[in-house]
């Protein structure tokens, strides 16, 4: 396995019908690299003509760099990372892409995970996105070929999520995301265009709130721009290999993640960034640091099944 943690140099677009690794593996480093990103949402129908529509949410989210920290020809991670200015880097979310992955955790709400084993048919020539939350605890996955469509390459997929920080920041209303997530790569970046369904789910019957459209654009930028990203990443990286092994850990002797969401008013990730300041700064001894994370994870797991951080 190959770690990289250079700037990426843009490739050129493969001209395809429908991708196959390791072909289209070259396909996925046009979501690598520094981007200039903008978020835009907006509610578009509710069956409830009493329901009060939220307002536009269009964000600037500024500087991103996509940094791609393992490759293989079947599987590549890549950690994005937001840069607010050249001395505030935020370790964003991570997106994970594999190749015929017969594995997929599907979210049932009330932020509970449930592992799925597809057949071979089921994934044949598809890739499956991981999208896992800042703290690298799971948040939702699709998979889906690469497909050539009037010259766009596009790849699709619907699953449930969990409410995205955007939402679960401001408001309780909802609890499952349904998100149908569309790559289409460009020839100045990628567009992650969005259909979703807000979904009230109790006692497992399901009421659609409202509709949503997203378009998140990337717009590749001078990688020189992401330079401070990468030093915070090179800082920084072998303390959240390590929280991303933990999970990994975790994860594989699992059936069944449920996790809480706050925990003394605080989120995981609160709880994670507070433990990397203190390995930066020698407080937290080498051989006690695989420890703490376990045991910052710990206060977040809930159930019987393997709750604990192994």
Partial sequence: MKKIFVPIIALAIPNLLIAQAPVDRKVIDNFCGCFDVDFKYAETFAPSGEYKYHERDETPAGTELSLPIEQTDKRVVIQHLLVIND??????????WSYENPVIWKYTGDRTWVKQLLKA??????????????????????FSQFVNMDNK????????????????????????????????????????????????????????????????????????????????????????????QAWENYIAS??????????????LHDYLYALNKEYNSKKVAEADIDKRIKAEMEKFVIGDDHAAVK
């Fill in 87 to 96: 001395s505030v880097i935020v370790k964003h979310w991570r997106e994970e």
């Fill in 121 to 142: 048919e089921q994934v044949k020539g598809k890739w499956t996105q991981s999208i896992w939350e800042v703290s690298d605890e799971p948040r939702y996955q699709g």
């Fill in 153 to 244: 390459l596009i790849w699709q997929s619907t699953a449930d999520a969990p409410l995205p920080r955007r939402e679960y920041a401001v408001r309780n209303d909802y609890n499952v995301l349904k998100r149908t997530n569309r790559m289409n790569i460009t020839d100045s970046g990628y567009v992650h265009e969005q259909d979703n369904v807000k979904i009230l789910r109790s006692n497992g019957k399901d009421e659609v709130l409202v509709e949503e459209k997203g378009l998140n654009t990337y717009k590749r930028i001078d990688n020189r721009l992401c330079s401070p990203a990468l030093k915070f990443w090179e800082k920084n990286h072998v303390y959240w290999d390590k929280v991303r």
């Fill in 254 to 267: 699992s059936n069944v993640i449920k996790l809480k969401f706050k925990v003394e008013g605080k989120l």
